[in-house]
């Protein structure tokens, strides 16, 4: 259940109770894709970065080591040790992202796995059992995600499509939700709104799911390669039809800017692999911009990551020892850098609610929402 606790313009500040723990929104989402932060992170760690949920993904862990598996060992919050919220992705971005692999049918999507080449079916009801079976704490609706640009007519379809996918979803998580063996009996389920960059086809996509009565929705099928004005627009656009009373996540997103934006126009939930993508390659983010610690000049720095950050990294270590780890291709290079971005974006997710429960969220919007995506030379 989401509770919205006071608005800034559209900006909201608000807790989502969960079967699972209680989350203070806008938070960001901890992307686990394997049920594992890629960068040797483990449960504990996360407590430890002040994370709120993780993120896994229903496709993947289909695929390995199997639903089935994670199932016998009593679900994912067992399975990985973590006790906090947990969503997973419905495998429907793989409908996108696998588009070499796969076909899309009325009764869902045909697969070839891109571990072993096996021939996979997935459709609402399969994604839904699979994240049963995963014992997650919200599920997200089995949709399609489009490209963008792409053609109007196949756009529209493809909402249509994708609600009539939702009520399938609806009613076969409520079967699963009856059931004495099912792990999470309180299940959430998140609907998807898609309809590409044409505001008019995401507004009355944004209408139809709406009036089913979900727990939460969500924002897809941006940031897929469209220009960023063009997701701030579709944003803007969506938003005033997307339930006041309900959580919102967009999907996906993205950059500490980018996320700062996203608060500005209502949204509520975000997640993206890029703070931990780009640690494991040494670009890390501080309050002054993002540096790339493999940089020559950092070879006899002996100041940490970032002065203004309290991170366990940022306390130990310097930037020197960091870049050294990096060019002795040591292991540990990553999981300091993962630690250290993952930390950042759960602390800004706390600054974005501290100004927004000091009615400061303007003054802290004008002075970050730039700096914080500008590369420090």
């Given amino acids: 259940m989401y509770k919205l606790i006071k608005n800034s313009g559209t900006a909201r500040r608000g807790e989502f109770v969960t079967p699972h723990g209680t989350i203070q929104t806008p938070a960001f989402m901890n ?19 002040n994370c709120r949920v993780m993120l896994c993904n229903t496709y993947h862990l289909h695929v390995r080591p199997g639903d089935d598996v994670v199932y016998d060992m009593g679900g994912l919050h067992k399975f990985t040790g973590w006790e906090g919220p947990i969503l997973t992705d419905s495998g429907g971005f793989q409908v996108f992202s696998l588009a070499s692999l796969r076909k899309i049918k009325e009764e869902g999507v045909y697969f070839q796995s891109h571990v072993d080449g096996r021939h996979i079916f997935m459709g609402p009801e399969e994604s839904m059992r699979i ?24 756009a529209k379809k493809s909402c249509e499509r994708t609600t009539r996918w939702l009520e399938r979803c609806k009613n076969e998580m409520n079967r699963l939700n009856s059931l004495p063996d099912t792990i ?7 609907g998807i709104n898609q309809g590409c960059t044409y505001a008019d086809l995401r507004i009355q996509h944004m209408k139809d799911i709406a009036a089913l009565d979900l727990d939460g929705y969500a924002i897809g099928g941006l940031a897929v390669g469209e220009p960023t004005e063009e997701m701030y627009r579709i944003i803007s656009a969506v938003e005033p039809y ?14 500490p800017g980018n996320i700062i934006e996203g608060v500005k ?17 040494g670009h890390l983010f501080t309050w002054n911009g993002i540096i790339n610690i493999n940089n020559a000049k950092y070879e006899r ?11 366990p990294v940022c306390k130990k270590y310097s930037r020197a020892y960091l870049r050294h780890l990096f060019k002795a291709k040591e292991v540990l290079a990553m999981r300091l850098a ?3 971005n993952l930390y950042f974006y759960n602390t800004l997710m706390i600054k974005i609610r501290q100004s927004l429960d000091n009615d400061a969220f303007d003054e802290f919007y004008n002075r970050y929402s730039v700096i914080l995506d500008k590369r420090i030379k």
Wanted: proline share 5%; hydrophobic share 35%.
């Fill in 131 to 154: 994240q049963s079976h995963l014992g997650s704490t919200i599920a997200m609706a089995f949709d399609e995600c489009v490209e963008n640009p792409a053609p109007y007519e196949y």
């Fill in 242 to 255: 997307m339930p006041y009373n309900k959580i919102r996540y967009l999907m996906g997103v993205g950059t």
């Fill in 184 to 190: 999470n009996r309180q299940q959430m389920l998140f």
């Fill in 31 to 49: 992307v686990a894709t394997c049920a594992a932060i890629k960068g040797g992170l483990s449960a504990e760690d996360l407590k430890e970065i």
């Fill in 301 to 311: 720095d002996s100041s940490p990551i970032d002065v203004n950050c309290d991170c």
């Fill in 265 to 281: 126009r209502g949204i509520d939930l975000f997640d993206c692999v890029m703070p931990s993508r780009n640690a494991r390659h």
């Fill in 338 to 340: 993962v630690m250290h």
